[in-house]
């Protein structure tokens, strides 16, 4: 599953059957692993926002994410958040991904994750720009260990653009 899917779907709480917001955005932590989803609507000028961490997640599928309940909810300070999927100065998408060595692979155009193994990145979605998109379709790099994100680019080892697959989705 991709995360561009997760975004703007409503959220359930299954407790009681009620709608408590919309995705808004994907939270990851230092290990790229989802930690959270942040929910629509940000708190009024406050460095603050609504999330529900990953673990109160109980399901999710094309339609719907299902949270254990509303006490789920909580509020996060935005600063303390590291790396976001749409957002803030942790986003990765649209970020550079450049090679140790200079050569540069592409742009973050979506994060792929296993539903089965929960919440754990197993690629990056690659665009070169509109025109390559449609000519020669996205590329998927799978997840590396060594992947960082800098303040300004995604840096992969030297030669990781050896290790670009076909994305069957794109082509």
Known sequence: MRLQQL?????FDIENGRRVGKVSDILLDQDWAISGIQLEGKMFFSPHLRAVPWNDIVAYGEDAVMIRNQQAIQVWNAENIQLTFLSGSGRIKELPILTADGSMIGYVSDVYF????GNTITGIEISDGFLSDLIEGRKK??????MTKGEHAIMVPA????RLQENDEFS
């Open 114 to 117: 296993d539903q089965e193994m």
């Open 7 to 11: 975004i703007g779907l409503a959220v």
């Open 141 to 146: 790099l799978p997840y590396i260990s060594e």
């Open 159 to 162: 030669n990781s653009e050896q």
